[in-house]
């Protein structure tokens, strides 16, 4: 470092520096102290010569720890000399910069096609380049550079509507969280009830058992405590008779044998006197369980709520959706329909076989069916298998399936109820008048991604219902 910094120094500086620097680590003074011998050193070279003997480095006089003083002065000499040692650093370094590091004279011109400044020397290796005089070629920088600047500033604009935009979403996803806790708070407030009042019949059924074996047994007790009582009279009386004289208890003796006849039943535990365990605690969990069925339903198919237009309302349990009489707020998701006015279903199939019916009513306008996981929801497009839906619609009182034809669906009744079935593997959905069980129409397609039911349910204020499906318990 000492020795760069001397290549940089001019000639007439050099005596200063020798003045200013330290005699044991040969650089300029860090904080210097002064000793009584008037040589100076830096702190740390003082206190390391200390460690080793107390005498002076270079004139090798003893002196004591507590004798050596801040030098102050020649401290500011040291700082001053290092500022302007490096402000002519700087200088040189700027100079070499703004020189052409090729022929090392100053940059003058501007190159259009390479984008650099180039000295008078270089025009030759840019003979076939377009060369501005260098005033001429900043314009022409600051010029793309403000097309960029203002790309920028419209990004920032398009990053602020974003960020309010995730701002109003992660505010809804609060709302979902708040309302499904109360959903969820709710359902288990009434499946609670459910299982105290099933708790409390069984607990009734059981002390109702416990009675009647009770009683039954102690009506058996005390028949056996008046037998046994019967039983001590015929004894004494017997023992008195068997006193008697002989004559008098031979007289007397055919008579004390047909008393002494005992012809009730002897007391014992009867069968069933003991509760039916069975009943009560067998299985409890299983039956308890079998019977919560009485009060659950089985949906299979449920709507997504992040999929439904701002314009539909759906029902807490997501099981039905209508019109909304306003336009509702809901963040602009990618999977939300707007401004088409549909839901989908809250699983996607990629396989298999589904089922599932719709209550439409008496609504004058719907869709019902299927979708790829792709349709469009940003715009409006026309319901077709083209565009990726299989359904029938009712509209003006035409039933037709969306084919590209538009087939119209000749039916003898309105039907209320719309069964879907769905078949992916087979590449099938077929659609049933659900209350008559007709079948309506079946459309055929291979399948190649996820399909989601699908829900048009027509600006009407009667809601299209999903209809609850069967369930049944198998034992094996």
């Given at each position: 470092?000492?020795?760069?910094?001397?290549?940089?120094?001019?000639?007439?500086?050099?005596?200063?520096?020798?003045?200013?620097?330290?005699?044991?680590?040969?650089?300029?003074?860090?904080?210097?102290?002064?000793?009584?011998?008037?040589?100076?050193?830096?702190?740390?070279?003082?206190?390391?010569?200390?460690?080793?003997?107390?005498?002076?480095?270079?004139?090798?006089?003893?002196?004591?720890?507590?004798?050596?003083?801040?030098?102050?002065?020649?401290?500011?000499?040291?700082?001053?000399?290092?500022?302007?040692?490096?402000?002519?650093?700087?200088?040189?370094?700027?100079?070499?910069?703004?020189?052409?590091?090729?022929?090392?004279?100053?940059?003058?011109?501007?190159?259009?096609?390479?984008?650099?400044?180039?000295c008078v020397d270089c025009v030759a290796l840019h003979n076939t380049h377009r060369l501005h005089p260098l005033k001429d070629g900043a314009p022409l920088c600051k010029k793309e550079l403000s097309f960029k600047v203002q790309i920028f500033e419209k990004k920032v604009d398009t990053y602020k509507k974003q960020t309010l935009k995730l701002s109003n979403a992660a505010e809804y996803v609060k709302y979902q969280a708040g309302l499904a806790e109360r959903q969820i708070k709710a359902e288990f407030e009434r499946l609670h009830k459910v299982l105290v009042t099933e708790e409390v019949m069984r607990l009734e059924a059981l002390a109702c058992e416990e009675k009647e074996k009770l009683e039954s047994i102690q009506s058996l007790i005390d028949k056996a405590n008046r037998d046994t009582a019967a039983l001590k009279e015929l004894i004494d009386?017997?023992?008195?008779?068997?006193?008697?004289?002989?004559?008098?208890?031979?007289?007397?003796?055919?008579?004390?044998?047909?008393?002494?006849?005992?012809?009730?039943?002897?007391?014992?535990?009867?069968?069933?006197?003991?509760?039916?365990?069975?009943?009560?605690?067998?299985?409890?969990?299983?039956?308890?369980?079998?019977?919560?069925?009485?009060?659950?339903?089985?949906?299979?198919?449920?709507?997504?709520p992040n999929t439904a237009s701002p314009w539909l309302s759906l029902?807490?349990?997501?099981?039905?959706?209508?019109?909304?009489?306003?336009?509702?707020?809901?963040?602009?998701?990618?999977?939300?329909?707007?401004?088409?006015?549909?839901?989908?279903?809250?699983?996607?199939?990629?396989?298999?076989?589904?089922?599932?019916?719709?209550?439409?009513?008496?609504?004058?306008?719907?869709?019902?069916?299927?979708?790829?996981?792709?349709?469009?929801?940003?715009?409006?497009?026309?319901?077709?298998?083209?565009?990726?839906?299989?359904?029938?619609?009712?509209?003006?009182?035409?039933?037709t399936a969306t084919t590209p034809d538009r087939t119209v669906l000749q039916l003898q009744q309105r039907p209320e109820r719309i069964r879907i079935k769905l078949n992916i593997d087979k590449g099938e959905v077929s659609f049933w008048d659900g209350g008559a069980a007709k079948h309506l129409v079946t459309l055929t397609h291979k399948f190649d991604e996820t399909m989601f039911p699908m829900f048009g349910p027509g600006l009407h204020s009667t809601p299209m219902i999903l209809a609850p499906g069967k369930m049944a318990v198998h034992t094996s």
């Open positions: 470092m000492a020795d760069s910094m001397d290549e940089d120094m001019p000639d007439e500086t050099l005596p200063l520096r020798q003045d200013l620097t330290c005699p044991v680590c040969q650089g300029i003074f860090q904080d210097p102290v002064l000793l009584p011998c008037s040589h100076s050193f830096c702190r740390e070279c003082w206190q390391k010569s200390c460690a080793v003997n107390k005498k002076c480095p270079v004139c090798r006089k003893e002196f004591k720890e507590d004798q050596a003083i801040a030098n102050r002065a020649l401290k500011d000499a040291c700082e001053s000399f290092l500022k302007q040692s490096n402000l002519r650093t700087n200088q040189k370094q700027q100079a070499a910069e703004d020189a052409c590091n090729l022929h090392l004279k100053p940059l003058e011109l501007y190159c259009e096609k390479d984008e650099e400044p180039v009386t017997l023992k008195k008779e068997m006193g008697n004289e002989d004559l008098a208890l031979v007289r007397n003796f055919q008579n004390l044998k047909r008393k002494a006849q005992w012809t009730r039943d002897d007391p014992r535990i009867p069968h069933d006197s003991l509760l039916d365990m069975g009943k009560h605690v067998g299985a409890l969990s299983y039956n308890v369980w079998r019977n919560l069925q009485n009060h659950v339903k089985h949906y299979p198919v449920l709507l997504d029902s807490a349990d997501l099981t039905s959706v209508k019109e909304s009489s306003e336009r509702l707020i809901a963040p602009d998701n990618p999977e939300r329909f707007d401004p088409c006015v549909f839901v989908l279903g809250a699983q996607g199939y990629t396989s298999g076989k589904h089922r599932w019916d719709v209550l439409v009513g008496d609504n004058p306008k719907w869709i019902v069916g299927v979708c790829k996981e792709s349709v469009a929801r940003k715009k409006k497009f026309t319901v077709s298998t083209g565009r990726g839906v299989w359904a029938i619609t009712l509209s003006k009182g035409v039933y």
